[in-house]
């Protein structure tokens, strides 16, 4: 938000304008473009995370890439606190298990939706395929194959990274976002980004 107030006709706030579109058009980009942009967006997370805010809807929509090809987070408009929530929300094949069990919420939820975001952009599937909340349970007993079964060039670094992504049991998954960043880093041979 670039500004806000209060006019003659009311409340306004001003915005950046994006002019590129979401990640449903880079579905399928080049692995090390994917992996920059994952680590972009799991950095975005990182600053949300410190206020103890999760996104909790990380799906394509979601993103827009600016003119440069700079992903952007948008939409938070089921943005909470860290910590038990009372309603469960977002887009149902990115929801994590501790969302719909009842269970607190941490950065680690919001990184099972990046390990969704990242699965579909790399092999244009759902890894959690569920378009509603009562499917989930079902949807979470299949097993998933790793993106390598999908899309070739994936290496086995990046589908360990995935796959840990999406753990059911938030232990299983990397403990913040600078992990994220910095382990995207290594399988995509990325410079490390001051920022």
């Not at 003659?8 to 080049?30: F, I, K, Q, S, W």
């Not at 990397?174 to 980004?193: I, K, M, Q, S, Y």
Request: with cysteine; charged share 25%; hydrophobic share 40%.
């Amino acid at each position: 938000v670039y500004d806000f107030g209060i006019d003659e006709r009311g409340p306004y706030y001003t915005m950046e304008l994006l002019e590129g579109g979401d990640l449903r058009e880079m579905r399928g980009a080049d692995i090390v473009e994917i992996c920059t942009m994952m680590r972009q967006i799991a950095g975005g997370l990182a600053l949300l995370h410190t206020r103890r805010l999760l996104h909790r809807d990380l799906k394509p929509r979601n993103v827009r890439c600016s003119a440069d090809g700079s992903p952007k987070l948008i939409d938070f408009g089921v943005l909470a606190t860290a910590g038990i929530s009372g309603e469960v929300a977002g887009t149902p094949s990115s929801i994590p298990p501790e969302a719909v069990r009842g269970l607190p919420l941490d950065g680690r939820s919001d990184l099972f939706g990046l390990g969704a975001l990242t699965y579909w952009m790399l092999t244009g599937r759902h890894a959690f395929p569920a378009r509603s909340i009562a499917e989930l349970e079902e949807v979470w007993a299949r097993d998933i194959a790793p993106p390598s079964a999908y899309r070739k060039n994936v290496s086995p670094a990046l589908d360990e990274l995935v796959m840990s992504l999406l753990s059911l049991d938030p232990a299983g998954r990397p403990t913040d976002a600078p992990e994220v960043v910095a382990r995207f880093d290594v399988v995509a041979e990325l410079e490390p980004d001051p920022t």
